[in-house]
């Protein structure tokens, strides 16, 4: 996560350096934009990178951050030109290696799902880094990542189909099992109607995801499209693995069943990668 950045705008040197160990399986990346009073509103973070000579001095706080506390490095978004005009171009991305000196990393416990995946709160106080880790072009650093989003919000809608589909797929299995009234709760036409319903929703889903999926193969990107299928597939995972749980009943409510898990991971499929909210702007923005 993160390594698109230099997929898209880091130069040969970089991707050199940093790509291969990441493919390898030998090194961990991480994207740290958010902000403790700046998510949705990317372009408030105000964690700073001056300009020292051929160093940049980064200092703020990064939150909710993927691979947080494992990543080997991370691309973070830091203002550097505080000064500039226009809001969205005062950022710039820069590479930042998690061993530097003044980078300080603490692992957020408590998720409600995706509790195998790592999330971090990190610092940076002082942290030196040349200024060949700069990715891209220096106040372009919004615009870098709005296109960044513009592919891995496909990813997450991937997320949402893989999810939802799991949740189906088990309830398809677990009302066939279950006998209620003497039989498998799944002659009820009320429970196939159920069931068709989130069948539905899951190919809507995943045909969109593919959609958007193959125009950013084709060098096409759609932002629109993109913030279509994430906000769609996140929603449908949501909705599905709802109803998947209720068709568990009881059952589905302890850990013993996977379905509460799909239930829990599929939530912030609607909150990260941008909120679902942020999405129907993308989309609105594109309607006037
Ligand atoms: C598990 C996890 C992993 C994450 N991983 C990363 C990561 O790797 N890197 C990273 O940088 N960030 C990451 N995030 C952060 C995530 O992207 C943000 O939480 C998200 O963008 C929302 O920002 P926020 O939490 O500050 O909510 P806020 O911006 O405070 O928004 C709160 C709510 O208000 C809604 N809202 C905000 N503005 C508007 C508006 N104008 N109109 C209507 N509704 C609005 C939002 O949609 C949201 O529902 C992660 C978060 C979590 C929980």
Known sequence: FGSENLVFYGNE????????PLVLGEK???????????GTDVAGVRTRAVRQGDEYVING?????????TCDWMVALCVTDPDAEKRHQRQSLIIVEADRKGVTRSKITGKMGIRASDTGEISFEDVRVPVDHLVGEEG???YQLMHFFDTTRTMVAAQGVGVAQ??????VQYVQE??????????NQGIQFQLAEMATRIELARTITYKAAWKVDQGRI????????????GETAVWVCDKAL?????????????????YRDAKILEIYEGAKEAEKITISRRLF
């Open 13 to 20: 040197d970089q991707k050199q350096e940093y790509l291969p």
């Open 28 to 38: 961990i990346s991480a994207g740290a934009y958010t902000e403790p009073d700046a």
């Open 61 to 69: 706080n990064k939150m909710f951050i993927t691979n947080g506390t």
């Open 140 to 142: 372009r650093g919004f």
């Open 166 to 171: 799991g949740a189906l797929d088990k309830t």
């Open 178 to 187: 279950r006998k209620v009234f003497g039989k498998p709760l799944a002659v």
């Open 222 to 233: 759609d932002p629109s499209l993109n913030a279509m299928c994430k906000y769609y597939a």
């Open 246 to 262: 209720q068709l568990h009943g009881g059952y589905g409510y302890i850990d013993e069943y996977d379905v509460q898990r799909f």
